[in-house]
């Protein structure tokens, strides 16, 4: 089992530049594959961006791609995603999630943190 904590939330004018960070204990990090998703109010939760358990293949959202990037450090067992260029229509909670292999469907992934709010104001 793992436990993810995130941190890095917050506000922020369209345009800007918020990095959000997922930090694991527990089983061994290496071992997962890394999604982050989001939700915004009303709307189901979607993938954002995933990496590979050894960080060698990333997969990202169309409306998201060129802007976000995402990282991980296994000696730190940290994932992080930095997001620049944002816009009001990122508004949402953000999670990180842990699987066993990238993938898009957030059914996929077993473990999931609290949750972080990013707000874009126009």
């Known amino acids: 089992q793992v436990q993810l904590v995130l941190s890095g939330g917050g506000l922020v004018q369209a345009g800007g530049s918020l990095r959000l960070s997922c930090a694991a204990s527990?089983?061994?990090?290496?071992?997962?594959?890394m999604g982050w998703f989001r939700q915004a109010p009303g709307k189901e939760r979607e993938f954002v961006a995933a990496?590979?358990?050894?960080?060698?293949?990333?997969d990202y959202a169309d409306s998201v791609k060129g802007r976000f990037t995402i990282s991980r450090d296994n000696a730190k067992s940290t994932v992080a995603l930095q997001m620049n260029s944002l816009k009001p229509e990122d508004t949402a909670v953000y999670y990180c999630?842990?699987?066993?292999?990238?993938?898009?469907?957030?059914?996929?992934?077993?473990?999931w943190g609290q949750g972080t709010q990013v707000t874009v104001s126009s």
């Open positions: 990496i590979s358990r050894a960080g060698g293949r990333t």
């Open positions: 527990g089983r061994t990090f290496s071992s997962y594959a």
């Open positions: 999630a842990a699987g066993d292999l990238i993938n898009r469907s957030a059914a996929r992934y077993d473990y």
